[in-house]
């Protein structure tokens, strides 16, 4: 719960989603908030948030990510 509150942007008093996309299988994963991603992605939260809230898609490792409801198409 703290962890949560540090971490989340929220869109209201909402979570917002982030989907995540392996570059090298095509496999798409969603996930119900930024701290999820966080756990599952080991990134930093100043990565994440970076691109996050400049709707920049950036290559980790072999995941691109972005909000849910971003309708930018993903980069690769």
Same mark, same amino acid.
């Given at each position: #719960?703290?962890? +949560? /509150?540090?971490?989340?942007? /929220?869109? $209201? +008093?909402?979570? /917002?989603? *982030?989907? +995540?996309?392996? *570059?090298?299988? $095509?496999?798409?994963?969603?996930?119900?908030? *930024?701290? #999820?991603?966080?756990?599952?992605? $080991?990134?930093?939260?100043?990565?994440?948030?970076?691109?996050?809230?400049?709707?920049?898609?950036? &290559?980790?490792?072999?995941? &691109?990510?972005?909000? #849910?409801?971003? #309708?930018?198409?993903?980069?690769?």
């Amino acid at each position: #719960e703290i962890l +949560s /509150r540090t971490y989340n942007l /929220r869109d $209201g +008093s909402q979570p /917002r989603e *982030v989907i +995540s996309k392996n *570059v090298s299988t $095509g496999e798409v994963k969603h996930f119900s908030s *930024v701290v #999820e991603f966080l756990e599952y992605s $080991g990134l930093t939260k100043k990565q994440v948030y970076s691109n996050l809230a400049l709707s920049k898609q950036k &290559v980790y490792g072999d995941i &691109v990510f972005k909000y #849910e409801d971003d #309708e930018a198409d993903w980069i690769i």
